[in-house]
């Protein structure tokens, strides 16, 4: 087997492994028909993904730019597509095979989500609830979770799933906003081997939500909670002598089917509003595509939490829409041991694994033996998710997990997307470690320049989408013009993410991430994951991250923080050794003019590095909202130790 040094060393070019080339659930021309006519594909895959009640006649509706309506005239359910039409042929299919993190399972076949689904749905509509009302989720990854996701979609009322791991304040916030009526949560969920108090913290949320009429309690842990007499009611209860009978809502493709907020990272949190027939065509097809789903023999695990878009889209409703037997784990990866995720796939026959860089890098760090303890002999594909991933840690995924057997598929998306937008198909698409390629068919992207030009191949800028696609967030809940600013007038006419991006000079694409982290140095755009990439590069580093602070000089300086790995301890010569390694690989433009050595980096809890939090400590300013962090306590000791290791 090749080592990681020398793969580093080779052509970083992976072709499509002939048993993909030669089986590819999509066709070769797909790419060619989608340019030609997009508004044709889309109906295509609309039709082919979707069971429509009333079939739609027409794609995009872009009378009323950015305010794009797809397939209109369509009516459709979604939990009708995830579950019901499987009934009864698929009934005995597994559709979730889970996980406790205390190492209690359970199997759930399609007959058995239709059931627990028809009888939470028969509930809700005894609260006396519309369609169209919120409902507030507040849950750890259990399978009560998309279960109560499907149950509200069925009756056409709104979900706003919030992340377990965020905060009384964070929830109460984003119930406020959202105006919900129910609250859905449970006891307490496990992480790490401990209980995270989720009706605790829902109860000191409750004090500021005053429209919150009923609580649903899952008991979950045996964690005694308080339970308001005539506000909650426990989950068994509340289902317990419903039918399982219940009849799918009709619902316009347009009706909105979810709220789900941003994680904060660079401001307030938005409601981002995603609807039924555009969201549901393009995660199915695409996570078809993308991931080549076998759903006869295929076994899928996406490793994020269903608190994100990820979980949303590939989770509950992709893999559910397209009959996919799909792996949930309730708890932490390195719970009891380093390999947990790597023992679940060898019980499960794991054949698809869907994770973030994040995770993969600290997998690095933990060491390549965990994972050689296993065989992973089932899997077969690979997929990366949530921020750009740096080419070491791609290079480390494929050959200890995927044993450089199976592809990488690096997926570039958003919350506001709702679906993947760049990525390799795996069957069709030439690879390259760090790069997610090419925008998928029917999506339009390019790179522009500050005037929104386009940038010539080899060259880098603002990533842009020139044309909407169906999964596209319609609005901001509630802030139609905060919708308009944030994603459509930097450029008008196309959508802005907010990520920074380069193509190569073979087109591919490279993202850098968010704009803000796009340092200006001595009049060079320098972008931060370059330099993360570097550092993570020198076999002592398992992890880091890197901003610009402000600079008399240069105007900014570059300000890296760094996790070493476990058997590494970090000294004068060793900062020394990773600067000169950063002006070698990337140039001396880009040493960092500050490291700062870290036992861990401040992170939200699904895993995204709050650089906003770094460049405040870099720049000596007072700490914003730390509610959304997994380990705000790390932030005190990164501003600490940057009082003594910043070096002009």
């Keep these: 087997m090749s080592t990681l040094e020398n793969l580093l060393r080779e052509d970083r070019t992976f072709p499509p492994p002939p048993e993909f080339a030669a089986n590819s659930v999509v066709p070769e021309d797909v790419y060619e028909k989608a340019q030609a006519d997009p508004d044709g594909y889309w109906l295509e895959q609309a039709r082919t993904y979707v069971s429509w009640f009333k079939e739609p006649t027409v794609a995009l509706d872009d009378s009323n730019p950015p305010f794009f309506k797809w397939f209109a005239d369509g009516e459709l359910n979604v939990t009708h597509n995830c579950v019901d039409r499987h009934l009864p042929e698929h009934a005995g299919k597994i559709a979730y095979h889970w996980v406790g993190e205390p190492g209690d399972t359970r199997t759930i076949t399609y007959g058995d989500l239709g059931v627990a689904v028809n009888r939470m749905a028969n509930a809700l509509k005894g609260l006396g609830l519309e369609k169209g009302d919120r409902v507030a989720i507040y849950m750890g990854m259990v399978p009560e979770?998309?279960?109560?996701?499907?149950?509200?979609?069925?009756?056409?009322?709104?979900?706003?799933?919030?992340f377990g791991g965020f905060s009384s304040d964070a929830l109460a916030s984003r119930i406020l906003d959202a105006h919900a009526r129910v609250l859905i949560t449970q006891d307490g969920a496990w992480r790490g081997g401990n209980i995270v108090p989720l009706k605790a913290n829902a109860d000191r949320a409750l004090q500021q939500t005053p429209e919150i009429e009923k609580v649903i309690v899952l008991?979950?842990?045996?964690?005694?909670?308080?339970?308001?007499?005539?506000?909650?009611?426990?989950?068994?209860e509340f289902v317990e002598g419903q039918s399982d009978e219940c009849e799918a809502v009709p619902m316009n493709a347009e009706d909105p089917l979810y709220i789900l907020y941003t994680s904060g990272t660079t401001g307030k949190p938005k409601g981002i509003v995603h609807t039924q027939g555009g969201y549901l065509t393009a995660i199915t097809a695409t996570h078809q595509q993308v991931f080549d789903l076998k759903p006869d023999t295929d076994v899928y695990w996406c490793a994020a939490d269903i608190g994100w878009v990820t979980g949303h889209s590939y989770i509950v409703y992709g893999p559910l829409a397209n009959r996919t037997t799909s792996v949930i784990y309730e708890g932490a990866p390195n719970f009891p041991d380093y390999d947990r995720l790597w023992q679940i796939i060898d019980d499960y026959g794991v054949t698809i694994f869907y994770t973030a860089p994040t995770a993969i890098r600290a997998f690095m760090r933990w060491g390549e033996e965990y994972p050689a303890k296993h065989e992973m002999s089932t899997l077969r594909l690979l997929g990366t998710v949530g921020e750009p991933i740096n080419p070491e840690a791609w290079i480390w995924y494929h050959l200890n997990i995927g044993r450089e057997r199976c592809p990488v598929v690096d997926t570039w998306w958003q919350t506001e997307t709702g679906a993947i937008m760049i990525s390799p198909l795996p069957g069709l698409v030439e690879t390259k470690p760090g790069s997610a390629t090419f925008p998928l068919p029917g999506v339009f992207a390019d790179v522009v320049n500050d005037d929104g030009e386009s940038v010539p191949l080899g060259g880098g800028g603002y990533l842009v989408l020139t044309r909407p696609t169906p999964s596209?967030?319609?609005?901001?809940?509630?802030?139609?013009?905060?919708?308009?600013?944030?994603?459509?007038?930097?450029?008008?006419?196309?959508?802005?993410p907010g990520d920074g991006a380069k193509r190569d000079e073979d087109g591919y694409f490279w993202l850098l991430g968010r704009v803000d982290d796009i340092m200006l140095v001595s009049g060079h755009n320098i972008s931060t994951t370059e330099v993360e990439s570097a550092l993570v590069s020198?076999?002592?580093?398992?992890?880091?991250?890197?901003?610009?602070?402000k600079d008399d000089l240069t105007g900014q300086a570059i300000a890296a923080f760094v996790t070493l790995k476990a058997d590494v301890t970090g000294d004068e010569e060793l900062l020394s050794e990773l600067r000169e390694h950063v002006a070698s690989t990337l140039g001396p433009i880009a040493k960092p003019k500050s490291i700062v050595f870290t036992n861990d980096l401040p992170k939200t809890r699904s895993g995204k590095i709050m650089r906003r939090l770094l460049r405040d400590i870099s720049e000596n300013r007072q700490l914003g909202d730390v509610t959304t962090l997994a380990n705000a306590e790390i932030v005190a000791e990164i501003a600490e130790m940057a009082q003594v290791t910043t070096e002009d």
């Design 145 to 162: 979770l998309p279960i109560a996701m499907l149950a509200c979609a069925k009756l056409g009322l709104v979900h706003s799933v919030v």
């Design 219 to 236: 008991q979950r842990t045996d964690h005694g909670v308080e339970m308001t007499e005539g506000r909650d009611i426990w989950w068994h």
């Design 472 to 496: 596209m967030a319609r609005t901001i809940y509630g802030d139609d013009d905060r919708f308009v600013d944030t994603y459509w007038s930097r450029f008008p006419g196309r959508y802005f």
């Design 538 to 549: 020198h076999p002592s580093v398992a992890e880091a991250a890197v901003v610009g602070r």
